[in-house]
């Protein structure tokens, strides 16, 4: 009773954090649109983009494997948190020198740009890391606190500036997940990894190097139309493109947001027991359905008044719109993968997941930059689809455990692909 109670209290906590945390840009993104170029905006969120990207890899797999060993190798667990405390000064200062090369030295370029986004992406891998440890921790509320911080800090930033008619908001962005990076790491600010300390280094990344190739993909998944769009189309496309996936990967998001208290707590309660993991697994699969399904509806119900309060009468309105009402519609499918994603951690079969995840961000990709100049901003909608398909059916095969796996997650996809069809049928 006491570890299922922990485990309502941390997810609690990681659910409000996640809400708060989404609700930065629902808030913060009106004022950029508003008091910036659509050009200027286009190009701060793909900066965005791209070093998220990146931050994944120059995290080389580490918080995958850091979260898995703190609960299943409890006998390593001060050495693993040292490990991490020194590669995440590393990656900080790292961060710092790109920065300072970028601002003092190549004043308004291309190359500027990239340092900066280069800059962000070090200083992410350095927060992912250290979130990694505290969700093994069920430190919940100060993993929550340094989520909304890492995201809602910079955008408040930058807001702030761009009112005041700040010109370089490229820069300020980029200071300011440093600085929150900094608040991470202060305390050990200079304490540099030790020949030891890289060997242990290097064995954590052996087992967890496959996570890259996850993880990029998911990131990929999640950013690919944004980046996609910018290639074929430019900047201008892009910045539509940025207000249709906040509604229509919404609560895919929310989702990845509360499995940081949903994982750690099914490998503690698979850790007991396979049934005890399952039965777990499935309660709280089918309470996130529920939550997830009427999450969707509010924001197919309302997706015309929400895109008319977050964009200018320059955006293509109604094409927004049809996009968030036919993209959504799969959110709860993503559940199912989350639950085999869980399955495979537990077994370590990060390979699996470095070969399914790359698949799905590639359909996305390819699907939207191949479509988006014939179809316009549906493209990416389908596309998100398609991957999300591919996601889930992959790693049922994989994990071959989808007969054990709540199924009202494809139910409500069902539901919600009929909502959409009316409510199209009614706007059209």
């Known amino acids: ?240 493109i940025v207000i249709m996936s906040i509604f229509m990967t919404a609560p895919m998001l929310l989702l990845s947001t509360i499995n940081n208290a949903w994982l750690p707590a099914v490998l503690e309660h698979f850790y007991k027991s396979q049934k005890d993991g399952f039965t777990f697994s499935n309660k709280v699969a089918l309470k996130l359905n529920w939550l997830i399904t009427l999450i969707s509806l509010g924001i197919m119900f309302a997706s015309n008044l929400l895109v008319q309060a977050f964009t200018p009468i320059t955006y293509d309105r109604q094409a927004i719109t049809n996009s968030i009402l036919i993209g959504i519609i799969a959110s709860p499918l993503y559940i199912l993968y989350l639950q085999n994603t869980h399955l495979i951690t537990i077994n370590k079969e990060f390979k699996k997941l470095a070969a399914i995840t790359p698949v799905a961000a590639a359909v996305q990709f390819i699907f939207t930059f191949g479509l988006v100049g014939e179809i316009g901003l549906l493209a990416p909608a389908l596309g998100f689809i398609f991957a999300l398909l591919i996601q889930v059916i992959l790693t049922s095969f994989a994990t071959r455990k989808i007969s054990q796996l709540n199924k009202f997650p494809i139910y409500s996809t069902i539901f919600l692909a009929l909502c959409s069809y009316f409510l199209l049928r009614i706007i059209s």
Do not use: C
């Open 1 to 240: 009773m006491k570890l299922k109670n922990s485990t309502l209290n941390h997810s609690f906590i990681y659910i409000s954090g996640s809400l708060v945390q989404a609700l930065a840009p629902f808030l913060l993104i009106p004022i950029l649109t508003r008091n910036t170029t659509q050009e200027t905006f286009g190009l701060l969120m793909l900066m965005i983009a791209f070093a998220t990207v990146l931050s994944f890899i120059f995290s080389l797999g580490v918080p995958a494997i850091l979260t898995r060993d703190l609960i299943y190798e409890k006998s390593e667990k001060d050495l693993n948190i040292l490990i991490a405390n020194r590669f995440q000064t590393l990656l900080f200062w790292i961060s710092f020198f790109l920065i300072t090369i970028g601002y003092v030295f190549l004043r308004d370029t291309f190359i500027q740009y990239w340092l900066y986004i280069f800059s962000i992406s070090f200083s992410l891998s350095l927060i992912q890391i250290r979130l990694s440890v505290l969700r093994a921790q069920s430190k919940s509320l100060r993993f929550a606190l340094l989520a909304i911080l890492s995201t809602g800090f910079p955008l408040l930033v930058v807001s702030t500036l761009a009112i005041t008619d700040y010109q370089n908001v490229f820069f300020a962005f980029t200071l300011a997940i440093l600085f929150v990076a900094l608040t991470v790491q202060l305390r050990f600010i200079f304490s540099f990894p030790k020949y030891s300390n890289y060997l242990s280094i290097f064995k954590l990344i052996s087992v967890g190097y496959p996570m890259i190739f996850h993880s990029v993909s998911i990131s990929l998944f999640q950013y690919g139309d944004k980046l996609s769009g910018y290639l074929g189309l430019g900047a201008d496309i892009v910045s539509q």
